[in-house]
Structures are given as C-alpha cells and as structure tokens.
C-alpha cells in the first residue's frame, strides 16, 4: 500500500510549544503534501513539498522530506490553541495514477 | 480566492434511495476527485475524472457509483442505492495538472447520512 501513515497519532501539547508530526509512506512519490482538517470540516492545504525538495517553510510551518527513508515531518512552531486540528499527509505517485493516498492523521490538541 | 464549493452541506437520505452530490470544482482545473471519510477514519480516495471519463478508481467505487460533468462547470457523484455504510463525509477536489507541483484544493464536503 501506498498509504502514508502518521505519527503520533495523537499529540497534546501546551500554547507556544512547538508540535512534530511524522509521516511515512512506501512507495516513490511526485510530492507530499500536508493537510488540516478541524472536527468534522474539509480539509485544508497547508503545503507541498515536491520529491526533489528537502525542506520547506511557510509563516510557522516547517516541512522536510527524506526520501531516502520515505518520510517527512511537518513542525508547527509557537503553536496556538486554533491549531488544535487533525493533520494528514497526503502522498501522490506516479506510479499509482492519478490520486492521492492519504494517512491516518495525528489529532493535535493545543491546549491554552 | 477560487475555491471548490459543494452542494448539499448534509443530505440525509433512507436506506436503497438514490442521491446526486454536487460540486462545482475550480474553473481552471482539469482533474476532478471524489474521496470519502467515514466518521473518524482516513480519507479514503473514490475516483478521478479527467478529459470527461474516469481515469482511476478504487475498489470502494463499485457499481452503484457514478460520476459526471453534466456541463462545464459541475461534476457530481451518483450513489444509485445508498446502504448505511455509505454514510460518511464525502469531499469533492480538484487539480489544475497532474504535474509534481500542484495540489488538491478540496471542497468543505458533504455529509451524508443514510437512514
């Protein structure tokens, strides 16, 4: 299976502490790419990260991929309560047509 | 910013009854998904859509589903005789190429029960 997976599946930390999430997947891909989803809405895109990258930044995330070891980390740093969330790495390969795999999401709680 | 939107927010509906969800995906973009999330699960991809047919389907998306891009702008997913295991979130996305650099804007979903 192509399928990412996350972990922890589950990270509870306090206002202002930076949050870690890992992901890991099996198979080559095009990029990786990480989503948000609040209880029981969409999902949200936060950032891709293309096969030849090795790590990217956008305001207080920070991604990195190793494809050598067929992971990436997504660090949310300063974290907020509003970052209390689901979040999901998404894989796209080629070689598996035209989808996205997704993980099983690590539940962030960000407690204030 | 253009966004994915999707029509009903919920749609409840009875065991064995048909039901059309709708999305109107990103005008530009040329690749069409269905994915599904059941209550507390991952999200599970359906099917893609490019150049007017079906371009890749899991195993989930049997006989009873369907999809189509009836005009230039909607593509909808036709659950022919929903069952209680299809209650779920279903999202609509969309991709302006299937090049390495860009994403899947997804909509907000829907959420389905059947009953």
């Known amino acids: 299976s192509q399928q990412g997976e996350e972990d922890p599946q589950a990270l509870s930390i306090q206002e202002g502490e930076n949050a870690t999430m890992n992901c890991s997947y099996k198979t080559s891909i095009n990029n990786l790419q990480w989503y948000r989803q609040n209880s029981g809405r969409g999902l949200v895109h936060l950032i891709l990260?293309?096969?030849?990258?090795r790590e990217k930044h956008s305001g207080r995330l920070r991604v990195t991929l190793d494809t050598s070891k067929k992971s990436s980390s997504l660090l949310i740093t300063a974290s907020r309560a509003a970052d209390t969330a689901s979040y999901f790495c998404a894989t796209d390969g080629a070689a598996f047509g035209n989808q996205f795999y997704f993980g099983t999401g690590t539940s962030l709680t960000v407690i204030p | 910013e253009p966004e994915v939107t999707q029509t009903p927010s919920h749609q409840v509906t009875q065991m064995g009854q048909e039901v059309i969800l709708r999305c109107v995906p990103i005008s530009n973009h040329l690749y069409f998904y269905w994915y599904r999330q059941i209550l507390g699960q991952k999200v599970e991809f359906l099917v893609s859509f490019y150049n007017n047919e079906i371009s890749e389907k899991s195993e989930i998306f049997d006989d009873q589903f369907s999809v189509e891009r009836p005009d230039g702008s909607n593509f909808t997913l036709k659950i022919r005789s929903t069952k209680l295991e299809d209650s779920a979130m279903y999202f609509c996305a969309s991709r302006r190429d299937r090049a390495g650099g860009y994403e899947q804007y997804f909509g907000p979903g829907t959420r389905l029960t059947v009953t």
């Open positions: 990260i293309r096969s030849n990258e």
